[in-house]
């Protein structure tokens, strides 16, 4: 049976995140390394992945990425996903909608934390976007989680042990 995992941010081939989000790698080389390996450590070929948005910072290598990556990886665009959908489809991405509600587990996914309003009731935001930063104080903060990379140790974390916590 397939499980469920969820990501952010992992900013492949991004040298300057490692010192604005205080990632503990010498450079991007051994940053996307460790994330590769993290994730394939976790992610069986049969399972789903969630990327929440900001993948990569370059694009002519993000075929290369994705073949190293197991699991069916739906993708959020974030704000580095400047490319249209379909050049993220060639490449194998199931791009997905900005907000993408799982309503098995009562949570909406998005890049950016969604405003409160925008969240339906009795459901959670799982989000990117703000790394290593807290939520704005105008957040119900109860009602967001943040899977950057940064929070999440640099590997997805399955969905189930997510709302467990």
Not at 73 to 83: D, S
Not at 84 to 107: A, C, H
């Amino acid at each position: 049976m397939s499980k469920i995992y969820l990501i952010a941010d992992t900013h492949f081939y991004h040298t300057n995140i490692i010192k604005y989000c205080k990632r503990p790698f010498k450079n991007s080389y051994e940053m996307n390394k460790t994330i590769i390996d993290n994730w394939n450590r976790i992610v069986k070929p049969n399972d789903i992945v969630y990327h929440l948005g900001d993948i990569s910072l370059r694009w002519d290598n993000l075929d290369w990425i994705y073949s190293k990556l197991n699991g069916t990886i739906y993708l959020i665009k974030g704000n580095h996903e400047r490319k249209n959908s379909g050049f993220y489809r060639e490449i194998g991405f199931q791009v997905i909608p900005t907000k993408t509600k799982l309503d098995d587990y009562k949570v909406i996914l998005s890049h950016r934390p969604l405003d409160d309003s925008d969240i339906p009731d009795g459901y959670i935001n799982i989000h990117g976007h703000i790394h290593d930063k807290p939520l704005d104080d105008g957040f119900d903060k109860s009602k967001h989680i943040c899977v950057a990379v940064e929070r999440i140790n640099y590997e997805p974390i399955e969905i189930e042990k997510l709302l467990k916590k």
